[in-house]
């Protein structure tokens, strides 16, 4: 599980994406994190 802190406005908008999606918020975060590595990589790689 990962935990973090953010502002409220960001973390609504996380668990309402994470509701479309029928996905827990954590996991969305983790699905977002995995994106951003395989764009960080294909940049710098």
């Known amino acids: 599980?990962?935990?973090f802190r953010c502002n409220n406005?960001?973390?609504?908008a996380l668990e309402q994406k994470a509701k479309q999606r029928?996905?827990?918020t954590g996991e969305l975060?983790?699905?977002i994190?995995?994106?951003q590595l395989?764009?960080?990589g294909k940049i710098h790689g």
């Open 38 to 40: 395989e764009h960080a």
């Open 33 to 35: 994190l995995i994106k």
């Open 9 to 12: 406005d960001l973390r609504k």
């Open 1 to 3: 599980m990962i935990s």
């Open 29 to 31: 975060i983790r699905q």
């Open 22 to 24: 029928g996905i827990s």
